[in-house]
C-alpha cells in the first residue's frame, strides 16, 4: 500500500506545514491519482499538506480524492463547494492553506521525484530568516512517454535578478511565500486563461520579491490545459494578460513584456518523447492490487 511519508499528525495540535500543495479539480479521475500519489509520496524533514479542492465533479474524483484522504498518515485537507471557475477554485485553495510556501499543481500534473519538494526547498527552514520569496525550478509539458511536440519549461534564470522582464516561471514549479500570494490578492478571478502569469507580475511589482531559481525539474505538466489547448487560446491568453498590463505600465510597456512572454514559450518547444516520466506508477500498481 502506498503511504504518505511525511509525517502523520493532528493537524489541529501541531504547527503549520511548511509546504502547502493546492490541486483544484472538476471531473478529474482520469488523471488525478498521479496528482495524489506524487504529494503523497514526498520525502521531505519538514511537514507537507494537500489542499484538495473539487468544484462539484461527479466522474468519481472526489471519491478517489477521499480515499487517499482515509490513508493512515494522509495530510490531505478537502474542500469541496462550487466556484466560478479555475482560478476562483485556486483562490479557495489558498484561503485554506497554512503552509509558509505554496504550490498549485494541477490535477492534471505531477511532481517529479519523491525527493523533488526537499531538493527545491534544500537549505530553507521553516520561519527562516532571509528566505527567499519566491522559490522557482522547471517543468517538463508534454505526454510522459508518447513521442511528439513536448516543452522544456525552464525559469529564465533572469529573474533572479531583474523584474519586469516580460519573462516568468510556471506556476507548476514556484513554491511562494503565502504572505506573498495573500498580499496580491491571490488570482484574478475575472481572468480565464492567464491569471497565473499576470499573478506573477503582479508579484514583482507589488512586493519585488527575493527569487531563488533552482537548476531542477519539478513538475510535469500534460499538454492541453486551458491556456495551452490551441492557438487561440495562446492568444487569448495574452491579450488577458496585455489588458491587465496596461493601466499600470502602459500600451508600450505591456506589448513588450508579452512580447518576451511568447518568445519563452516559443523556445521551449521539443520534439521527441519528453524526459520523465510517472516513477510512482509501479507503487500505484501495488496499491491496486492490495486494494
Same mark, same amino acid.
Given at each position: ?125 521553516? #520561519? /527562516?530568516?532571509? &528566505?527567499?520569496?519566491?522559490? $522557482?525550478? %522547471? *517543468? ?6 508518447? =513521442? ?36 496580491? #490578492? /491571490?488570482?484574478? &478571478?475575472?481572468?480565464?486563461? $492567464?491569471? %497565473? *502569469? ?6 514583482? =511589482? ?86
Amino acid at each position: 500500500m502506498i503511504r504518505p511519508m511525511h509525517a502523520a499528525a493532528d493537524v489541529s495540535n501541531t504547527p503549520g506545514p511548511f509546504i502547502t500543495f493546492v490541486t483544484v479539480s472538476l471531473n478529474a479521475v482520469r488523471t488525478i491519482e498521479d496528482t495524489l500519489a506524487s504529494v503523497a509520496m514526498q520525502q521531505a524533514d519538514f511537514a507537507i499538506e494537500h489542499v484538495c479542492v473539487d468544484g462539484g465533479s461527479s466522474d468519481g474524483t472526489r471519491e478517489l480524492i477521499d480515499d487517499w484522504a482515509a490513508r493512515p498518515g494522509s495530510r490531505i485537507q478537502r474542500v469541496y463547494e462550487p466556484d466560478k471557475g479555475l482560478f476562483d477554485a485556486m483562490n479557495k485553495g489558498l484561503r485554506a492553506a497554512r503552509g509558509e510556501y505554496v504550490h498549485f499543481l494541477n490535477a492534471d500534473d505531477f511532481l517529479l521525484a519523491a525527493d523533488v519538494t526537499a531538493r527545491a526547498m534544500r537549505g530553507l527552514t521553516p #520561519g /527562516g530568516a532571509g &528566505s527567499p520569496d519566491v522559490v $522557482a525550478g %522547471d *517543468v517538463t509539458m508534454g505526454e510522459p512517454g508518447q =513521442r511528439g511536440l513536448w516543452r522544456r519549461r525552464r525559469t529564465p534564470r533572469v529573474i533572479a535578478r531583474k523584474r519586469g522582464t516580460g519573462f516568468f516561471p510556471l506556476h507548476q514549479a514556484m513554491f511562494t511565500k503565502r504572505t506573498v500570494l495573500e498580499r496580491v #490578492g /491571490g488570482f484574478d &478571478s475575472k481572468q480565464r486563461i $492567464a491569471a %497565473d *502569469v499576470s499573478q506573477y507580475y503582479d508579484i514583482e =511589482r507589488v512586493c519585488h520579491p527575493s527569487v531563488r531559481v533552482v537548476d531542477l525539474d519539478v513538475a510535469f505538466m500534460r499538454a492541453g490545459g486551458v491556456s495551452n489547448a490551441n492557438l487561440r487560446a495562446v492568444y487569448n491568453g495574452s491579450m488577458e494578460i496585455f489588458r491587465h498590463l496596461r493601466p499600470m505600465h502602459g500600451s508600450l510597456r505591456s506589448a513588450f513584456m508579452v512580447t518576451m512572454k511568447t518568445l519563452q514559450s516559443l523556445s521551449e518547444v521539443r520534439f521527441g518523447v519528453p524526459p520523465h516520466g510517472r516513477w510512482f506508477a509501479s507503487a500505484l500498481r501495488e496499491n491496486r492490487k492490495s486494494a
